[in-house]
């Protein structure tokens, strides 16, 4: 809610099948008063109020049937937050009186009022001086993703004042801002910061919702990442952060819950959408009683429904128009495509996004699944949406820790053609990702074998058992040097690989420098110093950083990285290579049967440059080529470097065995052989025909 010139507000809800609802303002004391909202249109109640000035904190009571088994549950006992608020300010505090019994039909036992327990809407001033900004309209080809938290990369930051760590401020100091900019990366990914609550298993053990997988406010910066405080200021603050980002270069993608809300299933707390028109709010079930959970978080918010898909719609507008973001990431995003219980990529969600003049433009991201029956949709969703490629993750994952052979591996190097090629999607459609906040870190992937979620307080049942990883002889941190090797080399390959494989990369935070979350791969709920990333680095954290950082330079420099199109396996220019070629250690191309053979471990990968033209002489000028080798084997293995017409000799430019990236190593010709070290990647300049002698990448 906005007030206008005079100091006042119209007030307007939407609540299909209410009888009355009051608007309920706050003083400074706490003091409540209700003033009955008496116009209606559309069912749509509404009035003009002269008297509600920025900083004012208000709610609803809704009145209306109360019939539990039939999906009714209005009930004015219960003080709602504004679905349209831009500001949040208190928390939801647990009391057994107010919300043991929100189940049972008895109205009796939900008739405490929830006002000294729930949080309050706030008026807020639009006001911001956005200057000059614009986005950096970064391209999807060019874009490299970091996945991180709002609170968790400043928290512990010893540059950053005390009183902006943990917030969007400190995600704006120059320090920040350095370390995202030095290490290549265009975009920040922030886990939620749709303001949300702890749920109730979380407030009965002492723990929190960190992550922040728990929306309830779908216009407003979650306040509790404001060092300005919560009546307003978090707006600003917010609009700050992305203004000094989009300076930087860096653009700014929200992770988005619209596929579930706070309010959980039917025995949890009644904060918004419950209380105002529960059954067209969500997807409910055994007659209205229940909810149907394609989330795994207790219900589900029904898309389908023209009001609530109107919410969402507006929510998405708002956050680009009024606050420039200039992306999102759905979590669950499947379960936003439902209707009638299934998955429909057609249906009114898709098709509402599909023609948004505002939502084409900016970066879709989708995490194609939920939990609900026939929600893995990897691959499914149409064009202008992106996806988070797990086949990517579970591959390379697999292939590194010495547990898989090639066959799948050519098509996540090459940006998975099998899944994105058709109706004319690109091969940014893959958002390729070995880790992600889901999971083990980097650090924890080759580190332990099995999940440590003791902290967590669920007796360690919690989070995935198919981790995937390896921990090369001892369970934890080791003290080891030659299993530390292992590992850190284990981390460059999978670095390597991420940052040079076709499609668009996206790095776990903190990943670059190694950090760990003590083996917990579902830290959902640790705010603290397992999540909190570690500033005070080894040195083969600052290495690993650098090493992060030259190949993404690498990766900016040369289009062969950054293709544009699927590769189709043919000449770019009469006599010379493939645009892309796969090679045994022998320097040949690759047999159709080798592909399927389980003990393969080795794999050259042959990218040529992009051509831009010719020379006078009239041969092609184009971009440099790159040989990629890959052994995950653990013995050496000799591979024959490929002559004609791939090049004619080759500079070595990585090798993670050494820890080197982007050497002036030595010039090796063609048909000559090189040994690549157990687990270890090797990159190499092509150094083609009509190139001078001595030409290195760069």
Not at 372 to 397: A, C, M, S
Request: glycine fraction near 10%; charged fraction near 20%; proline fraction near 5%.
């Amino acid at each position: 809610m906005t007030p206008d010139r005079h100091g006042g507000a119209n007030v307007a809800i939407w609540a299909q099948g209410a009888t009355s609802i009051d608007l309920c303002v706050f003083d400074e004391a706490g003091r409540e008063e209700r003033i009955p909202l008496t116009e209606r249109v559309f069912n749509v109640f509404h009035k003009h109020i002269t008297d509600l000035p920025a900083g004012t904190r208000y709610g609803f009571r809704v009145s209306g049937d109360w019939n539990p088994h039939a999906g009714h549950r209005w009930n004015p006992s219960k003080l709602l937050l504004d679905p349209y608020a831009k500001a949040i300010d208190g928390e939801f505090r647990l009391n057994k009186a107010v919300y043991g019994h929100v189940g049972d039909d008895d109205l009796r036992l939900n008739a405490i009022d929830s006002a000294p327990y729930v949080p309050r809407s706030v008026v807020v001033d639009d006001h911001f001086d956005w200057g000059d900004d614009r986005s950096p309209g970064t391209a999807w080809g060019d874009t490299v993703i970091y996945e991180t938290h709002v609170r968790g990369i400043t928290k512990l930051h010893p540059s950053i004042p005390e009183h902006e760590r943990g917030t969007y401020a400190g995600l704006t100091h120059p320090a920040v801002l350095e370390h995202l900019t030095t290490l290549g990366v265009t975009a920040i990914e922030l886990l939620p910061v749709h303001h949300f609550l702890d749920e109730v298993h979380l407030v009965e053990t002492g723990l929190t919702n960190y992550w922040g997988y728990n929306s309830i406010g779908y216009f407003a910066p979650h306040a509790a990442y404001s060092s300005t405080g919560a009546r307003g200021g978090q707006v600003s603050e917010f609009k700050a952060m992305v203004k000094a980002m989009h300076a930087a270069g860096l653009e700014v993608i929200l992770d988005v819950v619209y596929n579930h809300t706070a309010e959980g299933n039917q025995l949890g707390p009644t904060l918004c959408f419950r209380g105002i028109d529960n059954d067209d709010y969500y997807h409910l079930s055994g007659g209205g009683r229940y909810y149907a959970d394609y989330t795994g978080c207790g219900n589900t918010l029904d898309v389908s429904k023209a009001h609530v898909l109107q919410l969402v719609m507006d929510s998405l507008r708002y956050w680009v128009e009024e606050m420039h973001v200039d992306g999102f990431r759905f979590d669950l995003a499947s379960a936003l495509a439902r209707s009638f219980h299934d998955v429909n990529m057609l249906g009114n969600f898709m098709t509402t996004i599909q023609q948004d003049p505002v939502l084409r433009r900016v970066k879709l991201i989708a995490e194609p699944w939920d939990v609900g029956p026939g929600g893995y949709q990897v691959g499914e969703f149409p064009p202008l949406w992106t996806e988070w490629n797990d086949k990517y993750r579970d591959n390379i994952r697999d292939f590194w820790r010495g547990d898989a052979g090639i066959g799948e591996l050519g098509w996540r190097l090459s940006g998975s053609a099998d899944l994105y090629a058709s109706e004319g999607r690109r091969p940014f459609a893959s958002i390729n990702f070995v880790t992600a906040h889901d999971g083990f870190t980097l650090r924890d992937l080759v580190t332990y074998t099995n999940k440590n979620n003791v902290a967590n307080l669920e007796n360690n049942r919690d989070g995935t058992d198919n981790n995937r990883s390896a921990n090369y002889g001892v369970e934890g941190e080791t003290t080891d040097p030659k299993i530390n090797g292992v590992r850190h080399q284990q981390l460059r390959n999978f670095l390597g690989t991420l940052l040079l494989s076709t499609g668009v990369p996206m790095i776990n935070g903190g990943d670059e420098f190694g950090r760990t979350q003590q083996g917990n791969n579902n830290a959902y709920c640790q705010d603290n110093e397992i999540s909190w990333y570690d500033w005070n680095w080894e040195p083969w954290q600052s290495d690993l950083k650098v090493f992060a950082s030259q190949v993404l330079h690498l990766r900016r420099l040369h289009s062969a990285f950054r293709q544009r199109y699927f590769f189709d396996g043919r000449p770019l220019h009469e006599g010379g290579p493939k645009d892309l070629a796969w090679l045994s250690p022998e320097g040949h191309e690759i047999a159709e049967a080798d592909w399927h053979h389980p003990s393969s471990r080795t794999l050259g990968m042959y990218l040529a440059g992009e051509v831009h033209g010719a020379d006078d002489e009239g041969r092609p000028i184009r971009d440099q080529s790159f040989l990629i080798l890959l052994h995950a084997g653990i013995e050496p293995v000799e591979f024959v470097l490929p002559g004609a017409p791939y090049a004619r000799a080759y500079h070595r430019i990585m090798d993670t065995s050494t820890g080197q990236a982007i050497e002036a190593g030595p010039e090796h010709l063609a048909g000559s052989a090189v040994t690549l070290a157990p687990r270890s990647l090797m990159a190499f300049h092509a150094v083609t025909a009509n190139e001078p002698r001595g030409a290195e990448s760069q």
